[in-house]
């Protein structure tokens, strides 16, 4: 079958087909007389294995291991294993930080509620990224600074940034 309708059995694109092939991923395909590529019902299905790899999260380069593995001996099964574990700990491993980066937005989140500062916290934690929290601020001034008298308030978010500044 010519290139297109491979693709469109395989639910990809003509260039995803093209790319595969530079990769190594997808065997050269033999080519008619006319010059076009023609693929076979195996191609596709391992179009299809691959796409299948990626939707579970696997990179083109796990999922190039898979490829050498698909027709593993029994003996053999265990090196497929490792890689679905290796993977399942990495997923584990993300999930971890989106769950820690959610709590830290949550907190910011929550000093935003109804506080009628004049500076948004959530705002004024992100402006500090890479650098330490300031408890004093001379921004905007001329001549000697003279530094702002704190408040309970501006003292919470400082506390909230240097706990975001501890997770990044």
Known sequence: MLITQAAREAGVNTQTLRYYERRGLLPKPSRRGSGYREYTDDAVRLVRFIKRAQELGFSLDEVEALVRLRG????????????????????ERKIAQLQSMRAALQRLVDSCRGSGAAECPIVEALNQEGRKVRSLKYEGRTGSPEPRTPNPERRTRSRIIEALNQEA
């Open 72 to 91: 593993v001996r029994r003996g053999d099964r265990h090196r497929v294993r490792a890689i679905a574990e290796r993977k399942i700990a990495d997923i």
